[in-house]
């Protein structure tokens, strides 16, 4: 109601702008209608069917209702979207296209009509002037025919001509994946006359009321929302002339909830199970490369099914960015998985070729005990050259001692004396010169705390070098810490970039 009376404020004002331009011949014909009027002496009304008649009696659907150009006024209101598709980058909606306009050869006040306003069907419409206004950017454009042609069409008296479609267009978006999945896209629809220029048809929104409105209060898709919408106007050049484009923008909100459910949330959950493996220590490999598999696995698999839905596009979107980061996190933990695997091995050898050393030197230890008896039981004559070996008590101030290798060499730990045969008096055959070789047991008590500090030294040494567990320790806070910096910053940036 507020859109007719709206309409009928407009058609008075434009019955007294035109009453003011009457052609002399209207002039005359209306004065012959009152003088007929006031000679029968009673007034009767003209019925729609004889109006119609008479307007189209001698009416040229070819001649513009005026020869200065006649302004063409539009306005569309909104019925429903029906899809946005991102695959081809388009929209389909539902609209009402509402077109004013002013035709001096259709006033009809002079005929005294019955009603104030003609409501005529789309036959009438074909047999008058029309501006010819097209979407110049859609891809299709169908007026309904539910069950028949949706058009609506009314003259008034004085000549103003009102026309409706309803239409179902699918025009072009402007799609924009860097956001996604919180991005936002605008689409856009542009109405122009295809058939004259500006200097014929001036085609203009309406500036007394919206031009462009809804007629739900929210119009809500599956996976976008309607957040605004807009209207402009531009003057376009072509060959023929300058043309008056009206351009509509709507612009569509992704609804990201399914992602977060079928995507982040997942992802998560495949990134905390990936960590899981840190608690399980370097025992555990084959536990813990099952974990950093799967997990590999599942984040590509998920990746994929995302990807399937929408066009290859050579720009990184928000969620290549997650995803991207996501194996990178799982795939360092396997990295972290193969560094704690060499280490293990690799100390496990060191161990093994420990405890064989240390199996060797007790050998030569228990060995060495049992030639702790003097060895002057071997006869001299096998070897009479060579040194007898005997452990033995020394004192300091034995002239043959020495101390060269005493408690400054921790690889003797016996010091060794030189004496000659005389000095032994145990041994056989004294006329012999032969030299023996004694091994004093005095210092060997100092030798083993040398022993000792040297160990000690090459334990605090190895302690400098990371152990498996130390780094599944330092991994277990790296890793959380690194990922919810990153958090912090993606959500940021994303849910902040398109406002």
Known sequence: MIRTRHVFLFAVLLASVSSQNLTPETRSEEQSLEAATDEDGEEQCTSDKTIIEKLLNNYKSFRTPSET?????IEVWVQEVNSVNEITSDFDMDIYVTELWMDSALRYEHLNPCKYNLSLNSEILDQIWKPNTVFINSKSANIHKSPFKNVFLMIYPNGTVWVNYRVQVKGPCTMDFSAFPMDQQSCHLTLESFSYN????????????????LLKKEIVLPDFVMTNYSTSLKNEIYPAGVWNELTMTFVFSRRYGWYIFQAYIPTYLTIFISWIS??????MIPARTMLGVNSLLALTFQFGNIMRNLPRVSYVKALDVWMLVCLTFVFCSLLELAIIGSMGARSENRLAQQQKQQDEETTKQQKGRENSTCSHLISPSSCPNSPRICRNHVPNDVPQSFKSYGSTDPRMRKRLIIASSSTISHAPNANRAEKVLLLDGLEETQFSQVDTKYSSMASIKMKKHWTTEEIDRMSMIVFPGLFTVFNIIYWTYYLTVNT
């Not at 150009?69 to 006024?73: F, T």
């Not at 500006?198 to 919206?210: F, P, R, S």
């Open 69 to 73: 150009g006649v302004i063409v006024w």
């Open 198 to 213: 500006n200097q014929e048809v001036d085609m203009q929104w309406m500036n007394w009321t919206l031009p462009l409105s």
């Open 278 to 283: 840190f608690c399980l220590g370097p025992k």
